[in-house]
């Protein structure tokens, strides 16, 4: 069975069981790894595991004639080697796949999703997006909206950031009677880049795990925000240009909806210490980052910058942002929010680890060696638009842009082993971020998140949200590309 046909019949079970069966995605991607696995052949996966001289003694060695010619000792380890692995039970193969990825972001994810709920039960999410509608004023709030989204859109989970500031957007309609279309794309535009662009939110955390060395965890995110910046403007000029040429009204009374009077309380806690949990990991890890890249070894910048370190710091100073919150009622409520935080971050670790364990079967394939094949003499700069398109392919077909990211990461990073690529393999990660944008719409639970809540019809949500996402990841793209060329990084 050729790579091709693999990934087709992985894919195909992926999509059919989340739109069809309506399966889980864990169950999905776990069913779809067990069967890629299994019906991946022997000599598929010695050849997948194997590079350079070795890959080529292979190929060309008949099995009957290797014991005389296997003194060349130079290849014969590596062959054994992945022979060994080859005759693994497959189902222990996606095992360890997926207790490999439970190991790299478990901690992570479960300290993201702590920050997360401490900042929204403490007020601290609520002080962000006050302090920024204050200093940028009424003229500036499509851009505070933004900025919020995207900050908090790091460290929240995606569906979270909306039930946040939808209400807030809601409220300054009908304080201003106009510009309503202008708040919601404006909130989409920040929330969305950031969940597929900067760690620790769980598709770009697994994405620059892929790609082992190559792409660390600070130099995604510094990547992830300078695109952003991009993207985000892209998203906002769109929105403005949306708003003037369509009227989108506030269906309903939506009674429950929050007023922005509510904002102005002594009680939200203090501006620096509700940005502390946001600012502490990308400071730390970034710090380590752009030392080692000068050639510093300092031992404590490398002990704080570590991702896993990092995050527990932030995690603390987010539950002493909820203990010293005066909306925390009692040591009952603290332990009840972590509890909650970590019940959340659970599914998500999971679906990620099963997304991880999908990917490695997919590589065991040699599916990237096949692709590579179809570019060669091409340019290496030409994977980058087809990371872009895989990973849009996938989230077109079914919906996900974080199952889309861990599957194309899967696909794409085994090419930038072995390669030299003449620039750094962090821009193939984030052409895979700008990918899981395009096609939002029926088969995406957050098109119908946004829907419901701005009282849009699903027609006029595509034609404005979804037309949106598909202007930001093309211009994502193109950065990328431009970066790639004039800023290497090697």
């Keep these: 069975m050729s790579p091709f046909l693999l990934l087709f019949v992985g894919m195909a079970i992926v999509v059919l069981s989340i739109l069809v069966l309506r399966w889980h995605p864990f169950v999905s991607l776990i069913v779809a790894a ?27 060695n008949a099995q009957e004639t290797r014991d005389e010619n296997f003194a060349r000792l130079a290849v014969a380890s590596e062959i054994l080697e992945a022979e060994q692995k ?7 193969r996606v095992t360890g796949a997926f207790g490999k990825a439970c190991g790299g972001i478990a901690l992570i994810i479960a300290m993201a999703a702590i920050i997360g709920k401490c900042l929204l039960d403490s007020g601290g999410a609520r002080r962000i997006v006050d302090a920024l509608l204050r200093r940028l004023g009424l003229r500036g709030t499509p851009f505070a909206f933004a900025l919020s989204s995207f900050t908090l859109g790091i460290p929240v989970f995606f569906d979270t950031v909306f039930y946040l500031l ?9 304080k201003t009677g106009k510009d309503y279309l202008l708040y919601i794309l404006t909130i989409v535009a920040g929330a969305t880049m950031a969940h597929s662009l900067v760690p620790p939110t769980p598709g770009p955390l697994t994405v620059a795990g892929f790609f082992g060395d ?4 600070g130099s995604m995110m510094l990547g992830g925000l300078i695109v952003g910046l991009f993207t985000v403007s892209a998203g906002i000029a769109y929105a403005y240009w949306a708003n003037r040429r369509w009227e989108i009204p506030l269906r309903g009374e939506d009674a429950e909806a929050e007023v922005l009077e509510e904002l102005e309380t002594d009680k939200l806690p203090s501006l620096w210490f509700s940005l502390l ?28 910058g570590d991702k896993n370190i990092a995050l527990i710091l932030s995690a603390g100073a987010a539950i002493l942002l909820l203990i010293t919150s005066p909306f925390r009622k009692t040591k009952q409520h603290i332990r009840e929010a972590v509890q909650e935080a970590l019940a ?12 991880s364990g999908f990917g490695a079967v997919l590589k065991d394939t040699g599916i990237a ?33 974080t199952v889309a990211m861990i599957t194309a990461g899967g696909i794409i990073a085994p090419l930038a082993t072995g390669t030299d690529l003449g620039y750094s393999a962090l821009y193939l990660a984030l052409a895979i971020g700008c990918g899981s944008k395009p096609i939002s719409w029926a088969n995406d639970s957050g098109f119908w998140v946004i829907g419901r809540m701005s009282g849009m019809t699903p027609l006029e949500t595509f034609k404005t949200v979804s ?16 970066g790639a060329t004039v800023f290497p990084l090697v």
């Design 34 to 60: 067990l069967t890629v696995a299994a019906l991946t052949p022997e000599e598929l996966l010695v050849g997948a595991q194997l590079s350079g001289e070795a890959a080529e003694w292979y190929a060309e």
């Design 86 to 92: 080859a005759g693994m039970w497959f189902v222990s």
């Design 166 to 174: 939808f209400p807030l957007g809601k409220a300054l309609r009908r």
């Design 214 to 217: 190559k792409v660390s965890i």
């Design 277 to 304: 949990p946001i600012l502490l990991p990308v400071v730390l890890i970034a710090g380590q980052t752009i030392n080692q890249a000068l050639g510093g070894d300092s031992a404590v910048l490398k002990f704080l």
């Design 344 to 355: 959340s971050g659970g599914v998500i670790i999971l679906v990620t680890a099963a997304g």
């Design 369 to 401: 060696g096949e692709i590579g094949k179809l570019f060669d003499g091409g340019g290496t700069l030409v994977l980058i638009p087809v990371a872009y398109l895989v990973t849009a392919l996938v989230r077109t077909a079914q919906g996900s842009a």
């Design 467 to 482: 037309v949106m996402m598909i202007l930001m990841s093309l211009v994502g793209l193109a950065v990328v590309l431009l």
